[in-house]
């Protein structure tokens, strides 16, 4: 009972605020110069891993996150469709994501901080990386792009007063979506799908 007492505590009165690296922050959209509109296929894949140690993945619920930002990034393009069956796709984007961080994040600094009740400050940092291949109906890779950005969430009690002026979920979800944007940002300016030819 107290544990869980100690738990709604926490969540009761600590907040959090998240920061990112930014590289890709409010990139541009684009649209792909394809001659026609083309279907285009997700095949989405995730790792986890802590000290690059890889760790078991048991919520799907993550993968279909990610994938439904890589999804409202290109229902943004007016000349490409979305499809869920590789036989009716002129194009896949085979990404590969890997959220990498560390044992002082996943550990340490949490166990620090719950013992503190939040007085002494979580500290989680993680880096994002999208690998994206991009096949066509072949399966011949055209190209292949890769997109990294680091997060990093820091929370204590303190921090309660900043919780009208930040979303560090909303920061999450921006950041997914830039990195789906920068990654087709870079398939547009190379060419990729249509071999280099503009």
């Keep these: 009972m107290n544990r869980i007492l100690v738990i709604a505590l926490m969540a009761l009165v ?38 690059d140690a890889k760790e078991p993945v ?15 990034a290109l229902k943004e393009m007016p000349n ?8 009716l796709a002129d194009y896949i ?6 959220e990498s961080t560390d044992s002082l994040s996943t550990t340490v600094s949490p166990f620090l901080a719950g ?3 939040m007085v002494i400050p979580s500290y989680t ?14 399966g011949t890779v055209l190209g292949k792009v890769v997109k990294k950005e680091k997060i990093t969430f820091i929370g204590q009690i303190l921090l309660l007063f900043a919780l009208p002026f930040t979303s560090p979920i909303q920061n999450v979800n921006d950041q997914k979506a830039d990195l789906f944007k920068a990654t087709y940002k870079e398939i547009h300016e190379n060419n990729i799908l249509t071999g280099g030819k503009k």
């Design 80 to 87: 490409v469709t979305l499809t869920r069956e590789d036989l």
């Design 14 to 51: 600590s907040n959090c605020i998240s920061f990112r690296s930014g590289e890709y922050k409010g990139v541009e959209k684009v649209n792909f110069n394809t001659p026609k509109k083309s279907a285009i296929k997700i095949n989405l894949t995730y790792e986890y891993k802590v000290d």
């Design 125 to 138: 940092a993680a880096e994002n990386t999208l690998e994206t291949s991009v096949k066509n109906k072949k």
């Design 93 to 98: 984007f085979d990404v590969k994501v890997t």
């Design 58 to 72: 048991l919520n799907q619920a993550i993968i279909d996150n990610w994938t439904k930002h890589g999804e409202d």
């Design 115 to 117: 013992l503190t009740l």
